[in-house]
């Protein structure tokens, strides 16, 4: 047979194969993108494993389940045959982010024969819902139609698709805008969190790793390939650019390799020219995003990239319109009306759909995926060379951490958190556990090890605080109340491996969680009793001389309809070490009779105006709106009066000084962000421990200060800044006002109790030696 007869038939049977990919038109019943449709994640799966079945360029797998059961799944889209050796291209990876293992020239004979990885993870914010929608038609078209791009892509990458990071919560928004559309609450958010537990804060999860989601995505994906690129897809507000991608604002984490950001600068700028060159206008690059907290990129740590973008939203799948005066003039960095060199071209104005937002994104995601393909060799390489870099970081030579420490657990548990971001540990002869420098991830162990000193950046010269975009402390020796020393020295003596986690050769570190509360409701659930030192704060499960007998405590978390992420944190820490509790909503509360039925009401971080008034009649279906009000007010003041514990976190504490007449004055109120500002930062305490609420923790510690009251009282004073030396790690602007004052305080209402945080003591599941500080205020009577 002619050669190029044959080529024709392979072409026709190749085009025969894909003819039978189907479409999504034929498998949801309507484009993607369709106003007012909006997707069940059943139908999303069985799609993907429909395009499996018919298609040898992807692989679908189901990660594990999410944390309401649902299936977790990864595509692996590549041709056919770089799938049959993934393996393979999982193995070159490996060696390339190790080059301790791997000699320069074993390094350039991978980089010819390796893949560019490219991870796209989508919808990790449900109400961010056209990124899922895109990945199914993106997937469709990669595998249905033939391009000159389309064939680079399958040939020179690895492309793992990842259609949602949150499948719960695409069907939480997905059956909440069903239930409200064509009522006057089309469009709105639910009024539950999105993720069971953290709700938007699922993506503030990538280094201590506490939610399913997070662990799957980490130890199946990014810990096994290795990505060069993982382009995060996001949805921002209505009125902002109609889409931004990187570069980055400052600040830049220190320990983020340059070549990276490097690398991010040009792809992302390529992507945005690519946007323009099709005719696409509001493109946004270098404004409103900084990269700062790892809590937001596990991989950049790891040799790779962090693609954002963030496209302006509908009303969810409703289309909307903008006019051009309505666009946002003072995003930080851009006008959304002007034009300037990072946004060169404003959006007119007009209609805005769902549609629009899966047309851009497409451009997008092929974009960033054939700038991989066509630089794959520069990608593998850089990749090889950050590694080297971070190898030979000297300074510190090593973290370590005294095998004397005062809360063993907390020490294990930190551990574990550096070991599921890749990070190998050593046991000194000493027994002293090591984190040398010389490995390829030291970047990633120091952030999270040494004391961050953030940029006193300002709008304007003598201007206001520039607002870091997310927190800006990460410090786990802090969080955790682990004593870890750098040391510019090596350490002497023969350093073992131990395997933490499954991570690395040598003894396991991994055993039972022996963290004291755990095996207190462990006990209380069994049925069992416990007495407590009330010196020490230590635990018994028999009977001791001069110890107290502790009652389980009887617990009630506040949960109003407008969702509060911290909220979820509480319910997640109480579920993670057992406790029982109960949510109650606003009319158990106003029902009153509390004391019946509770000892402890706990009141998650929230503005006391959301607790007292709520959703605003006609804001909301009824049923979702309305506060505690008067009766709510009420109720709490009784339940007090008869001895109940009432515990206010953070900025909910302003509600028991307004609400119920605590007689505690926060120092900050009325303070200007120029005057005083607190981000999201570490700052020194001093702890009264001998007080039943600090029993068990030393005298000073690090709390988490966020926007956080603190205050001049009566009342007893638990917690206390020190009068210089405030900041512990991050930011703090203005420390004078807060100096000698009260961070944690115990009031009375009759014989109750309220305990008011001025600090997150549960913060975002990182706070870990703080969390005794609640658990304490959870059997305070
Ligand atoms: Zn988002």
């Known amino acids: 047979m002619p050669a190029l007869r044959a080529v024709a038939l392979l072409a ?36 993907f494993r429909a395009l499996e079945k018919a298609s040898d360029r992807i692989r679908v797998s189901e990660l594990g389940k999410s944390t309401e059961a649902r299936p977790f799944i990864a595509a692996v889209i590549a041709a056919p045959a770089t799938l049959r050796n993934l393996d393979h291209y999982i193995d070159i990876q490996r060696r390339l982010a190790d080059p301790r293992i791997t000699t320069e020239s074993d390094a350039a004979r991978l980089v010819r024969e390796g893949k560019a990885v490219v991870m796209i993870t989508c919808s990790i914010h449900s109400t961010e819902l056209a990124s899922t929608q895109t990945a199914v038609e993106f997937a469709y078209r990669l595998l249905a139609e033939d391009t000159p791009r389309r064939r680079a892509i399958l040939d020179n990458t690895v492309f793992i698709l990842v259609p949602s990071l949150n499948p719960d919560g695409l069907d939480k928004v997905t059956a909440w805008y069903r239930k409200t559309l064509g009522t006057p609450f089309e469009g709105t958010s639910p009024p539950e969190l999105y993720h069971k537990y953290v ?140 034009r300037s060199w990072n946004h060169l071209e404003p959006w007119p104005g007009g209609t805005w759909r769902l549609r629009d937002i899966v047309d851009y994104q497409l451009i997008a995601y092929e974009s960033c995926l054939y700038h991989a393909a066509l630089h794959r060799e520069e990608l593998l390489q850089n990749f090889y060379r950050i590694g080297q870099r971070q190898v030979a970081r000297r300074s510190p030579a090593a973290f370590v951490i005294p095998a004397a420490q005062r809360d063993p657990g907390a020490t294990r548990k930190l551990l574990q958190t550096l070991a599921s971001g890749m990070v190998e540990i050593y046991r000194a002869p000493d027994g002293a556990y090591v984190i040398p420098m010389a490995q390829p991830y030291s970047g990633y162990a120091k952030a999270l090890l040494e004391r961050q000193r953030y940029p006193d950046l300002r709008m304007y010269p003598g201007g206001p605080p520039q607002r870091p975009y997310d927190v800006t402390a990460h410090t786990l020796p802090l969080l955790f109340g682990v004593n870890v020393e750098g040391v510019e020295q090596p350490v002497a003596g023969r350093l073992e491996r131990v395997s933490v986690e499954g991570q690395g050769p040598g003894p396991s570190l991994a055993g039972a969680d022996t963290d004291a509360w755990f095996n207190v409701n462990r006990i209380w ?16 499960a028999a009977p001791r001389e001069g110890w107290k ?74 049923g979702y709106t309305g506060g505690l009000g008067p009766a709510g007010a009420a109720a709490l003041k009784e339940f007090a009066g008869a001895g109940g514990t009432l515990v206010f976190l953070n900025r909910a504490s302003e509600y028991a000084v307004r609400q119920l007449g605590v007689a505690a004055r926060n120092v900050v109120d009325g303070v200007g962000d120029r005057e005083f500002y607190s981000p999201g930062s570490l700052l020194n305490a001093r702890l009264e421990n001998r007080h039943p609420l600090a ?39 203005g420390e004078k006002y807060i100096a000698g004052r009260a961070a944690l305080a115990d009031e009375r209402i009759g014989s109750g109790h309220v305990v008011l945080f ?24």
């Open 199 to 338: 709700g938007h804060d699922n993506n503030r999860d990538w280094y201590i790793h506490s939610q399913v989601e997070t662990q799957l995505t980490i130890a199946r994906l990014h810990n096994v390939w290795h990505p060069h690129i993982v382009y995060d897809v996001h949805q921002q507000g209505t009125t902002a650019s109609r889409i931004f991608i990187p570069p980055w604002l400052d600040p830049i984490e220190p320990n983020v390799d340059a070549i990276l950001m490097q690398e991010t600068n040009v792809i992302g700028t390529s992507m945005a020219m690519d946007l323009t060159a099709a005719g696409k206008t509001g493109v946004a690059i270098h404004g409103s995003y900084d990269f700062w907290s790892p809590s937001r990129h596990y991989q950049a740590f790891h040799g790779g990239m962090r693609i954002l973008t963030e496209s302006a939203s509908a009303r969810l799948a409703s289309p909307m319109t903008v006019a051009r005066e309505q666009l946002d003039r003072h995003a930080l960095g851009y006008d959304a009306q002007e």
């Open 549 to 622: 007998k502790l009652a389980r405590p009887r617990v009630g978390l506040y949960r109003g309809y407008q969702p509060c992420m911290d909220e979820g944190w509480t319910r997640w820490l109480l579920d993670r070490f057992g406790f029982a509790y109960r949510s109650v909503a606003n009319p158990e509360v106003q029902a009153g009779r509390l004391r019946d039925r509770y000892d402890v009401l706990v009141f998650p971080d929230q503005s006391a105006s959301a607790m007292e008034n709520g959703y605003r009649k006609g804001a909301m279906p009824d």
């Open 758 to 781: 001025g600090l997150s003591p549960q913060y975002r599941a990182q706070s870990y030696q703080a969390f005794k500080l609640f658990f304490n205020a959870l059997l305070y009577r």
């Open 695 to 733: 029993l068990g923790l030393p005298g000073e510690i690090a709390v988490w200060s966020e926007h956080s009251p603190a205050w001049e009282t009566g009342g007893t004073v638990v917690a206390r800044y020190p009068e210089s030396g405030v900041l512990a790690s991050g930011w703090l602007l």
């Open 525 to 540: 659930a069994a049925g069992g009793a416990v007495w407590r030192d009330m010196q020490t704060g230590d635990f018994s």
């Open 12 to 47: 026709a049977a190749a085009w025969a194969l894909a003819a039978q990919v189907p479409t999504p038109r034929a498998h949801f019943g309507h484009e993607m993108g369709a106003d007012r449709a909006v997707l069940g994640w059943d139908r999303v799966v069985s799609y």
